[in-house]
Protein backbone atom coordinates (compact mmCIF):
# COMPACT_ATOMS: atom_id res chain seq x y z
CA UNK A 1 0.00 0.00 0.00
CA UNK A 2 1.32 3.00 1.16
CA UNK A 3 4.82 3.76 3.23
CA UNK A 4 7.16 6.59 3.96
CA UNK A 5 10.43 5.53 4.08
CA UNK A 6 13.26 8.30 5.89
CA UNK A 7 16.39 8.69 5.80
CA UNK A 8 19.56 11.48 6.74
CA UNK A 9 19.70 10.90 10.77
CA UNK A 10 22.94 10.31 12.27
CA UNK A 11 25.52 11.80 14.56
CA UNK A 12 26.35 15.17 14.67
CA UNK A 13 28.34 18.20 16.59
CA UNK A 14 26.93 20.90 18.05
CA UNK A 15 26.38 23.57 15.68
CA UNK A 16 26.08 21.55 12.13
CA UNK A 17 23.73 20.67 10.61
CA UNK A 18 22.01 17.26 8.64
CA UNK A 19 19.10 16.63 6.37
CA UNK A 20 16.33 14.64 6.72
CA UNK A 21 14.46 13.29 3.69
CA UNK A 22 11.15 11.19 3.82
CA UNK A 23 9.92 9.80 0.46
CA UNK A 24 6.14 8.43 0.46
CA UNK A 25 5.28 5.45 -2.27
CA UNK A 26 2.45 3.26 -3.19
CA UNK A 27 -0.56 3.73 -5.50
CA UNK A 28 -1.05 7.80 -4.52
CA UNK A 29 -3.33 10.16 -5.89
CA UNK A 30 -2.32 13.33 -3.52
CA UNK A 31 0.19 13.91 -0.58
CA UNK A 32 -1.61 16.82 1.70
CA UNK A 33 0.35 18.30 4.60
CA UNK A 34 3.55 16.65 5.40
CA UNK A 35 5.85 17.26 8.77
CA UNK A 36 8.32 16.49 11.07
CA UNK A 37 7.92 14.92 14.52
CA UNK A 38 10.36 14.22 17.24
CA UNK A 39 10.35 12.20 20.43
CA UNK A 40 12.81 11.36 22.83
CA UNK A 41 12.18 8.24 25.53
CA UNK A 42 9.51 9.51 28.27
CA UNK A 43 8.36 12.43 26.65
CA UNK A 44 5.60 12.69 23.94
CA UNK A 45 5.94 13.34 20.44
CA UNK A 46 5.89 17.01 19.63
CA UNK A 47 5.53 19.01 16.08
CA UNK A 48 8.99 19.92 14.74
CA UNK A 49 8.01 21.81 11.32
CA UNK A 50 4.86 21.08 9.16
CA UNK A 51 4.23 22.13 5.22
CA UNK A 52 0.98 22.41 2.72
CA UNK A 53 0.77 21.35 -0.41
CA UNK A 54 0.73 24.79 -1.44
CA UNK A 55 4.36 25.31 0.57
CA UNK A 56 3.01 27.00 3.78
CA UNK A 57 4.92 26.09 6.57
CA UNK A 58 5.17 26.81 10.58
CA UNK A 59 7.38 25.81 12.77
CA UNK A 60 8.12 24.64 16.87
CA UNK A 61 9.34 28.09 18.51
CA UNK A 62 13.04 26.04 19.24
CA UNK A 63 14.15 25.53 15.80
CA UNK A 64 12.59 29.06 14.29
CA UNK A 65 15.68 30.34 12.11
CA UNK A 66 17.73 26.85 12.06
CA UNK A 67 15.43 24.17 10.65
CA UNK A 68 14.33 24.47 7.22
CA UNK A 69 10.97 22.25 6.03
CA UNK A 70 10.40 21.94 2.22
CA UNK A 71 8.84 19.33 -0.24
CA UNK A 72 8.81 18.00 -3.75
CA UNK A 73 5.20 17.59 -4.81
CA UNK A 74 5.94 15.75 -8.18
CA UNK A 75 8.82 13.25 -5.74
CA UNK A 76 6.23 12.83 -2.73
CA UNK A 77 9.18 13.83 -0.48
CA UNK A 78 9.71 16.10 2.44
CA UNK A 79 12.99 17.23 3.45
CA UNK A 80 14.01 18.97 7.00
CA UNK A 81 17.03 21.20 6.68
CA UNK A 82 18.74 21.16 10.27
CA UNK A 83 21.36 23.73 11.02
CA UNK A 84 22.91 24.78 14.22
CA UNK A 85 21.97 21.93 15.90
CA UNK A 86 22.18 21.79 19.19
CA UNK A 87 22.03 18.51 22.19
CA UNK A 88 18.73 19.28 22.87
CA UNK A 89 17.82 18.61 19.09
CA UNK A 90 18.75 14.78 19.93
CA UNK A 91 15.70 13.04 19.63
CA UNK A 92 14.07 10.60 16.98
CA UNK A 93 12.61 12.24 14.26
CA UNK A 94 9.67 10.82 12.66
CA UNK A 95 8.19 11.71 9.08
CA UNK A 96 3.85 12.62 8.87
CA UNK A 97 1.94 12.65 5.77
CA UNK A 98 -2.09 12.56 4.71
CA UNK A 99 -2.73 11.12 1.94
CA UNK A 100 -5.16 10.35 -0.55
CA UNK A 101 -4.56 6.87 -2.17
CA UNK A 102 -5.83 3.82 -4.29
CA UNK A 103 -7.26 0.85 -2.61
CA UNK A 104 -7.85 -1.51 -5.17
CA UNK A 105 -11.08 0.89 -7.19
CA UNK A 106 -11.54 2.80 -3.91
CA UNK A 107 -9.76 6.29 -3.64
CA UNK A 108 -8.40 6.51 0.48
CA UNK A 109 -7.90 9.08 3.02
CA UNK A 110 -5.24 8.30 5.83
CA UNK A 111 -2.40 9.37 7.94
CA UNK A 112 0.96 7.88 7.63
CA UNK A 113 4.41 8.17 9.81
CA UNK A 114 7.58 6.81 8.86
CA UNK A 115 9.72 4.49 10.91
CA UNK A 116 11.81 7.09 12.55
CA UNK A 117 15.02 8.31 12.05
CA UNK A 118 17.62 8.67 15.59
CA UNK A 119 19.40 12.26 15.17
CA UNK A 120 22.04 12.77 17.69
CA UNK A 121 24.11 15.67 18.45
CA UNK A 122 26.86 15.45 20.51
CA UNK A 123 30.49 16.40 20.65
Known amino acids: QVQLVESGGGLVQPGGSLRLSCAASGRILSVNDMGWYRQVPGKQRELVAR???????NYADSVKGRFTISRDNAKNTVYLQMNLLKPEDTAVYYCNADIQYYSGSYLRRNDYWGQGTQVTVSS
Open 51 to 57: ITSGGST
